[in-house]
């Protein structure tokens, strides 16, 4: 069984900062890609950052310079730094991970979401 376990999430202001954490724990074989989605009320999940597993990444346009993803492959951590914060950026934010957990079986996994609310 396999889990992923996110943390870091809050209420920030405008223009304020947060770091998310995501550590994925169980029978885990090898770690692919992890990254991290966010959904808004209303609006369908996307795509924020990823993160392969030998570091190359990614970004949607409305996040890029402002987040950084980096992953501790040692801990099966993935990390969202996220700054200039604005409310746009208020959402629940999911982990997500391609994980196998025997040679060759490889699903993707989902964490539980932390809500990230940017707000005077």
């Known amino acids: 069984q396999v889990q992923l376990v996110e943390s870091g999430g809050g209420l920030v202001q405008p223009g304020g900062s947060l770091r998310l954490s995501c550590a994925a724990s169980?029978?885990?074989?090898?770690?692919?890609?992890m990254g991290w989605y966010r959904q808004a009320p209303g609006k369908q999940r996307e795509l924020v950052a990823g993160?392969?597993?030998?570091?190359?990444?990614n970004y949607a346009d409305a996040v890029k310079g402002r987040f950084t993803i980096s992953r501790d492959n040692a801990k099966n951590t993935v990390y969202l730094q996220m700054n200039s914060l604005n409310p746009d950026d208020t959402a629940v934010y999911y982990c997500?991970?391609?994980?196998?957990?025997?040679?060759?079986?490889?699903?993707?996994?989902w964490g539980q979401g932390t809500q990230v609310t940017v707000s005077s």
């Open positions: 997500n991970a391609q994980i196998a957990t025997s040679w060759g079986l490889w699903r993707d996994y």
């Open positions: 993160i392969r597993i030998g570091g190359s990444t």
């Open positions: 169980g029978s885990i074989f090898s770690i692919n890609t």
